[in-house]
């Protein structure tokens, strides 16, 4: 097992496990106005539920647990800026103290899609904690932190994808928080489909 500093946990313990974890990502346009992201371990058991508009003037995902129980907000923040930004919140909080994480565009024209993700621990220091590298063409993606890959993404194209339903395979290395790693799955996807 691995030792704290090495535990990598951001949205809480129960979501770090000692093995590598295969997730199934399966989005739906459910209609016109919401979104819904279900989430599978390799055995068929719904880990998670994430759940949002599609078409809202504030972009807001709110992701659960199995009993249907809110784990974090995520909120895309709406300022006038080049780089798409969205803030990630315990709960359905968007209190301060509650704060996790901020996500946004590494630049405003990139050739590769990049996003940097900075902790609350280091979010006024304008340093990234992890980055997030990808394929417009493929929707392919890996989550780095430093030189590290902690986690791989590939978007698994059917002619459903063309009807409102895709799919992600997922592998998250032991002792990555996979949460954290679909949350970031959520926000490359919505990103994308800005």
């Not at 739906?28 to 979104?35: D, L, P, R, V």
């Not at 055995?43 to 599609?54: A, C, E, I, R, S």
């Not at 220091?125 to 780095?144: E, I, P, Q, W, Y």
């Amino acid at each position: 097992m691995a030792s704290d500093d090495q535990i990598i946990k951001v949205v809480g313990d129960r979501f770090c496990v000692p093995y590598t974890m295969e997730l199934l990502v399966k989005r739906k346009i459910q209609s016109f106005s919401n979104a819904h992201y279900d989430v599978f371990d390799a055995t068929g058991n719904v880990l998670l539920q994430v759940d949002g508009g599609v078409w809202n003037f504030q972009r807001k995902r709110v992701m659960k647990d199995p009993a249907g129980l809110p784990v974090i907000t995520m909120r895309e923040k709406q300022a006038l800026s080049w780089k798409q930004q969205w803030v990630v919140h315990q709960g359905e909080s968007s209190e301060k103290d509650h704060f996790i994480c901020c996500v946004q565009r590494s630049n405003a024209l990139q050739i590769k899609n990049k996003l940097d993700v900075c902790l609350a621990s280091s979010y006024k220091d304008d340093g990234r904690d992890f980055r997030v590298t990808g394929s417009f063409a493929s929707l392919s993606f890996k989550v780095r932190r430093g030189n590290s890959i902690i986690a791989e993404v590939s978007h698994n194209f059917t002619w459903g994808s063309c009807k409102g339903k895709e799919s992600f395979k997922v592998k998250v290395y032991p002792e990555v928080d996979y949460a954290f790693i679909v949350a970031l799955v959520v926000i490359m996807h919505e990103n994308d489909n800005a």
